[in-house]
T-cell receptor
């Protein structure tokens, strides 16, 4: 597609529930990234995919967070047993040969 | 580890005035530097980047930034701002080489341009 697409744009859930956030990167971009932006903060790195594999997942805060990219295109960020502190905007980005990241509009997650 | 400090959380200016948004970084290795802009309810958009070469970098929408290695700064400037420049601006740094994908962002500077 023309840009990085993220769905849903807004998600409200209850504490303890499971959530999936989807990212559709720019066509042909082999690298995909997830960042998290909490209120009043800059984005923080979560995970980086090169193709289908997670090349660096050092930013995932704990084992409740998991991300997949089974076919090397669309990625899903999965959060188990959500907590109020997980409330944030989750940003996806992709890059091609230039290595410059292009970001999506984000998925705003609110955990009540 | 690297870090980014944006010295001003908010910068109000009048239309057609010049503006400078300050950014300082710390890193033990050579770095790549970026400025991103975020309009309300939109994703981050790249304004400009410094990878190597000339220390004065020109970007979109009339913005420019200068890399100063001795002062570890990468301040963003525009000689005359418009109402439409009202947005949040983020400075970011990444290590060169194989780790250039992992951006460390500052907390952002909200630029408000008043008529």
């Amino acid at each position: 597609g023309a840009g990085v697409s993220q769905t849903p744009s807004n998600k409200v859930t209850e504490k303890g529930k499971y959530v999936e956030l989807r990212c559709d990167p720019i066509s042909g971009h082999t690298a995909l990234y997830w960042y998290r932006q909490s209120l009043g903060q800059g984005p923080e790195f979560l995970i980086y995919f090169q193709g289908t594999g997670a090349a660096d997942d050092s930013g995932l805060p704990n084992d409740r967070f998991f991300a997949v990219r089974p076919e090397g295109s669309v990625s899903t960020l999965k959060i188990q047993r959500t907590e109020r502190g997980d409330s944030a905007v989750y940003l996806c980005a992709s890059s091609g040969q230039s290595n410059v990241l292009t970001f999506g509009a984000g998925s705003r997650l609110t955990v009540l | 580890a690297q870090s980014v400090t944006q010295l001003d959380s908010q910068v109000p200016v009048f239309e057609e005035a010049p503006v400078e948004l300050r950014c300082n970084y710390s890193s033990s290795v050579s770095v790549y530097l970026f400025w991103y802009v975020q309009y309300p309810n939109q994703g981050l958009q790249l304004l400009l980047k410094y990878l190597s070469g000339s220390t004065l970098v020109k970007g979109i929408n009339g913005f420019e930034a200068e890399f100063n290695k001795s002062q570890t700064s990468f301040h963003l400037r525009k000689p005359s701002v418009h109402i439409s420049d009202t947005a949040e601006y983020f400075c970011a740094v990444s290590e060169g080489g194989g780790s250039n994908y992992k951006l460390t962002f500052g907390k952002g500077t909200l630029l408000t341009v008043n008529p």
